[in-house]
């Protein structure tokens, strides 16, 4: 059983950065890919980026890439994702959530665990 809580969220302009953390309870969190999905309202769950147990590997959508960075301390059982140059179209609840075992980390299917989700609003 894993527990997810993110936090970091919150309303910047345009252009600004945040940085979402999303701490992991359980022994085996070392041992879980670990994703980040944003839903804005009336639209789908859409995934954002992912990041392999050992951190070696990362997975961005096309509309992030380069923008934002996902990281993970497994000696903190935490996740996080730096969010820079941000865009009004970044505005939505972002969740984390952690997969024991994924054959396609960009399908919210795929993930085991998730967390209650952390606003981020951004203005124009």
């Known amino acids: 059983q894993v527990q997810l809580v993110e936090s970091g969220g919150g309303l910047v302009q345009a252009g600004g950065s945040l940085r979402l953390s999303c701490a992991a309870s359980g022994r085996t969190f070392s041992s879980y890919a670990m994703g980040w999905f944003r839903q804005a309202p009336g639209k789908e769950r859409e995934f954002v980026a992912a990041?392999?147990?050992?951190?070696?590997?990362?997975y961005y959508a096309d509309s992030v890439k380069g923008r934002f960075t996902i990281s993970r301390d497994n000696a903190k059982n935490t996740v996080y994702l730096q969010m820079n140059s941000l865009k009004p179209e970044d505005t939505a609840v972002y969740y984390c959530?952690?997969?024991?075992?994924?054959?396609?980390?960009?399908?919210?299917?795929?993930?085991?665990?998730w967390g209650q989700g952390t606003q981020v609003t951004v203005s124009s």
């Open positions: 990041i392999s147990w050992s951190g070696g590997s990362t």
């Open positions: 959530a952690a997969a024991g075992d994924v054959d396609a980390v960009d399908i919210p299917g795929e993930y085991d665990y």
